[in-house]
């Protein structure tokens, strides 16, 4: 069997349908992993993104489970690459006889995360002897990532929880801004904010799991080697319905301090605190700035923001169905232009949108603190 034999084994074989036939039930793309052992509940929640164009999936935790539908197979049924090849090939070629199956090795700590096999793997011997070109081909030809932009979303999620992990609760200097600012420690729990207190130890960190080059590429780094965040030691993470965060911003606590904030390479997938859109019917504000989105949610208000004025972007407009939304943008000239271009876009949806104005000469922060 030859690579293009193995190329029209994953052609006949749809991950979708492959996923059906090893009774691994999928659900908007989504699967749990095929390593559960290495998920806290059993990835109760799936981890792995499918994609069904491609015939690729990717667990977004476990570094060695993605690939094709042939790396599906044999992750699901503990086998060969040649068994599931042989497996698959049923649908191609019709003739292949269903080859007898492992029984899956039982989790233990240990195990959780074994090297993936590649180089010196764990392939069998006998297969390279006897398939010399397959033999070649594994190791020549890894599975081909997805593709560069789900590389970079993946690389970047992983150095941005390690960040966060690296990170300290909020105290000292960080906790009296956000006090000032009548931001108190339950908010800044409940958001998981948190702040570089030891610049050289988390930067250290990182290095030693992902390298420079990495840390450079997902923007966290400088082209010197450096943390990015030196004066942007406070750190508002951005959360996705299942509580992992997706996206940052970094703000500087010193009133000389320009920019005041920072924010991480790449798209920002999900307004802050999108985790309220949840479609259930019900009044949300919609903020302007994190700080302003913070204070709001101090004073009770179900708040979402959005990075600026003028960030609003038209694919987060269906997020907010059954919503009733009060844009509360600054009252300035971005501020109006921004909550106008908003509201169109939540109109054009369907959804019911206005503009809430604090009075002159004062912005949100001022307004709710006085009311
Ligand atoms: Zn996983």
């Known amino acids: 069997m030859d690579k293009a034999d193995i190329e029209a084994v994953k052609a006949a074989n749809p991950i979708l349908d492959v996923l059906r036939d090893l009774g691994i039930p999928a659900q908007n793309n989504r699967i749990r992993c095929l390593k559960p052992e290495g998920h806290a509940h059993g990835d109760r929640t799936p981890s792995v993104s499918v994609w069904p164009d491609r015939g690729q999936f990717k667990c977004w935790v476990c570094a060695d489970v993605k690939g094709d539908v042939i790396d599906l197979v044999r992750l699901a049924r503990g086998c060969t690459f040649r068994e599931a090849l042989d497996y698959l090939g049923r649908n191609t070629f019709g003739t292949a006889p269903l080859p007898p199956l492992r029984p899956r090795p039982k989790a233990s700590p240990a195990s959780a995360h074994p090297a993936p096999p590649g180089p010196g793997g764990d392939e069998p011997s006998t297969l390279q002897e006897s398939l010399p070109a397959l033999g070649s081909l594994l190791r020549e030809s890894p599975p081909p990532p997805p593709d560069a932009e789900v590389e970079d979303d ?3 999620h992983r150095v941005l929880a390690a960040l966060l992990e690296a990170c300290a609760p909020i105290s000292g200097k960080v906790a009296q801004y956000l006090q000032k600012r009548r931001i108190f420690k ?10 570089i207190d030891d610049y050289a130890g988390v930067s250290r960190k990182l290095e030693a799991a992902f390298g420079l080059a990495d840390l450079e590429r997902a923007g966290f780094f400088n082209a010197a080697g450096h943390l990015r965040f030196y004066r942007h030691k406070l750190l508002f993470p951005y959360l996705d319905p299942q509580g992992r965060a997706v996206y940052m911003q970094a703000r500087a606590i010193e009133a000389d301090a320009k920019p005041k904030e920072l924010s991480m390479a790449g798209h920002i997938p999900l307004p802050y605190n999108s985790r309220l859109l949840n479609g259930e019917p019900g009044q949300i504000y919609l903020c302007e700035g994190v ?4 204070t709001l949610i101090e004073q009770g208000f179900p708040a979402v ?33 921004g909550a106008a271009k908003a509201i169109e876009k939540l109109q054009a949806h369907g959804i019911e949108a206005r503009r809430l104005t604090p009075p002159t000469g004062m912005d949100l922060n001022d307004w709710f603190r006085k009311g």
Do not use: C, Y
């Open 154 to 156: 993946i690389l970047r």
């Open 186 to 195: 339950r908010t800044w729990d409940g958001q998981r904010l948190r702040m």
């Open 291 to 294: 700080i302003d989105t913070l």
């Open 305 to 337: 923001g959005v990075p600026g004025a003028a960030n609003f972007k038209p694919s987060w407009a269906a997020l907010f169905r059954n919503k009733s939304v009060h844009v509360a943008f600054d009252p300035d000239a971005p501020g109006e232009s």
